[in-house]
T-cell receptor
């Protein structure tokens, strides 16, 4: 079953603008992770945020986590053409956390 | 370079045939995973292994089989019992068992049933 649901499913913005995508999940989590996938390639890990953290930064990425709302957001600032990809959130449940469950992804297109 | 190697990148199969997808890692990771991805969808877990000679079914294990005889290798066999095997298959590994850290992915294998 899919634990996370990303929103929107697709997003197109101009280069230089900020991109925000959201992830909602259903059960209590140990951590939440964001991954990027270029078309036809494997996934690349971007950032991990633990359940006791509220915000985390990595370069142009900012991730927030609201466990009361069971949601997370990924902000990419000053977008570049190379940011065009699909972005997935993945959650590790507190109950049997030996595996990650992935959402359906947001397809981000950066228009040069 | 350290990483995960999947082969073949593209594979075509006739109905009724079993095929085996290879996954090798030189990261010295304990845990390995197989995911299936269908067009426009997220990843679904097929099987995972937290230690050599042990593996567990994921959410969609029916029609698939795996082995973990060596730490660095986790091959996936798609059997003829899998009714809709055409998909993109992704292998991943993590340093420790459990989902407390990041996954490292291979570049995937695209299987097409003719």
């Amino acid at each position: 079953s899919q634990q996370g649901e990303e929103d929107p499913q697709a997003l197109s913005i101009q280069e230089g603008e900020n991109a925000t995508m959201n992830c909602s999940y259903k059960t209590s989590i140990n951590n939440l992770q964001w991954y990027r996938q270029n078309s036809g390639r494997g996934l690349v890990h971007l950032i991990l945020i633990r359940s006791n953290e509220r915000e985390k930064h990595s370069g142009r990425l900012r991730v927030t986590l609201d466990t009361s709302k069971k949601s997370s957001s990924l902000l990419i600032t000053a977008s570049r053409a190379a940011d065009t990809a699909s972005y997935f959130c993945a959650t590790a449940s507190n109950f049997g956390n030996e595996k990650l469950t992935f959402g359906t992804g947001t397809r981000l297109t950066i228009i040069p | 370079d350290g990483g995960i190697t999947q082969s073949p990148k593209y594979l075509f199969r006739k109905e009724g045939q079993n095929v085996t997808l290879s996954c090798e890692q030189n990261l010295n990771h304990d845990a390995m995973y197989w995911y299936r991805q269908d067009p426009g969808q997220g990843l679904r877990l097929i099987y995972y292994s937290q230690i050599v000679n042990d593996f567990q079914k994921g959410d969609i294990a029916e029609g698939y089989s795996v082995s973990r005889e060596k730490k660095e290798s986790f091959p996936l066999t798609v059997t003829s019992a899998q009714k809709n095997p055409t998909a993109f298959y992704l292998c991943a590994s993590s340093m420790r068992s459990g989902a407390t850290g990041e996954l490292f992915f291979g570049e995937g294998s695209r299987l097409t049933v003719l």
